[in-house]
């Protein structure tokens, strides 16, 4: 019944910008923090960025502090990464995730998600 598809990736060469949209149905949105993971050929995935429910706070990895932002939109069940100055280590499959809908910060760690998309390729050459 959840389903969070995300759309938005693509092939692009370094310092390009791309905006990741993540829609989401069968849940109620405006409950849930939202994340943002990647996940590289031959590694684990990671963490990039989170928002709370209310869009109020939101958390960066380092690798993308500065150059990424996470927002969301409630009235349209939408969270977005807009990912700007683009680097080749940007490279992955990007996967959007619901928290356990706790009123809070969303962290880094992959066992505080519940629900999960299919992910969006963003590739980044030279």
């Known amino acids: 019944q959840v389903q969070l598809v995300e759309s938005g990736g693509g092939s692009v060469q370094a310092g390009a910008s791309l905006r990741l949209s993540c829609a989401a149905s069968?849940?109620?949105?405006?409950?849930?923090?939202m994340g943002w993971f990647r996940q590289a050929p031959g590694k684990e995935r990671e963490f990039v960025a989170g928002?709370?429910?209310?869009?109020?706070?939101?958390v960066f990895a380092d690798s993308v502090r500065g150059r990424f932002t996470i927002s969301r939109d409630n009235a349209r069940n939408t969270v977005y990464l807009q990912m700007n100055s683009l680097k080749l280590e940007d490279t992955a499959v990007y996967y959007c995730?619901?928290?356990?809908?706790?009123?809070?910060?969303?962290?880094?760690?992959?066992?505080?998600?519940?629900?999960w998309g299919q992910g969006t390729q963003v590739t980044v050459s030279s």
């Open positions: 995730a619901t928290d356990r809908a706790r009123p809070v910060i969303p962290g880094a760690s992959l066992n505080e998600y519940k629900y």
């Open positions: 069968g849940l109620t949105f405006n409950l849930y923090g």
């Open positions: 928002i709370s429910r209310d869009g109020g706070n939101t």
